[in-house]
């Protein structure tokens, strides 16, 4: 069965550290891989993944993808206190049902 | 303006009662998505439509019945709920581009069955 897994599940880190969270999966059939932060509401789109070794970028986060090795990290530098929130990791299988399954979650807090 | 919009964004009811959630698209979007997020967080796909056809169609009981009006509008119906339908339902939409499978999520409906 496909599936995701992230890591840690959770992390406390004070402002101004760097974070790495990761994202591994076991599926077949892919197309691509997305990340999005999850404060109060709804999941906000960041990164959408489709080539390996190509690393993504907006502001203070990056993320970049392995195919071979089947995982994604989403980098944080000089982490602040609004970075607080749940990353969620998911991939898209091939067929066009356009279906995303997601990991667990990875649920980061930065203290001031 | 908002772009993926549900209603109500609360609802608390009694087992065994019918409920329904709204949700529009203004982005012009043909794929539309309900999703539920249970208390650990965890985000599983129930159902997609492209087009007002149905899908995606998940392993979910048969009191769950989507409906799509339009391709700006999914609705999603429950009968007979139960306290395990406890949860926080996300609607999304996302084009059929076949070049980006971006979902775009609306704030959630956070239902509650006493």
């Known amino acids: 069965e496909d599936k995701v897994v992230q890591s840690p599940l959770s992390l406390v880190v004070h402002e101004g550290d760097t974070v790495t969270l990761n994202c591994s999966y076991e599926?077949?059939?892919?197309?691509?891989l997305l990340w999005y932060k999850q404060e109060k509401k709804a999941p906000t789109f960041l990164f959408m993944l489709?080539?390996?070794?190509i690393e993504k970028k907006s502001g203070r986060l990056s993320s970049i993808l392995d195919k071979k090795e089947l995982f994604s990290i989403l980098n944080i530098t000089a982490t602040q206190t609004g970075d607080s929130a749940v990353y969620l990791c998911?991939?898209?299988?091939?067929?066009?049902?356009?279906?995303?399954?997601f990991g667990q979650g990875t649920t980061l807090q930065v203290k001031p | 303006d908002t772009a993926v919009s549900q209603t109500p964004k609360y609802l608390v009811t009694q087992m065994g009662n019918d409920k329904s959630i709204k949700c529009e698209q203004n982005?012009?979007?043909?794929?539309m998505y309900w999703y539920k997020q249970d208390s650990k967080k965890f985000l599983k796909i129930m159902f997609s439509?492209?087009?007002?056809?149905?899908?995606i169609n998940e392993t979910v009981p048969n009191r769950f019945s989507p409906k799509s009006p339009d391709k700006a509008h999914l609705n999603l119906h429950i009968n007979s709920l139960e306290l395990g339908d406890s949860a926080v339902y996300f609607c999304?939409?996302?084009?059929?581009?076949?070049?980006?499978?971006?979902?775009?999520f609306g704030p959630g409906t956070r239902l509650t069955v006493l």
């Open positions: 999304a939409s996302s084009p059929w581009t076949g070049y980006t499978d971006t979902q775009y």
């Open positions: 599926v077949t059939n892919f197309r691509s």
């Open positions: 489709t080539s390996s070794g």
């Open positions: 998911a991939y898209v299988g091939s067929g066009n049902t356009g279906k995303l399954i």
């Open positions: 982005l012009g979007h043909d794929t």
């Open positions: 439509y492209n087009n007002k056809e149905l899908i």
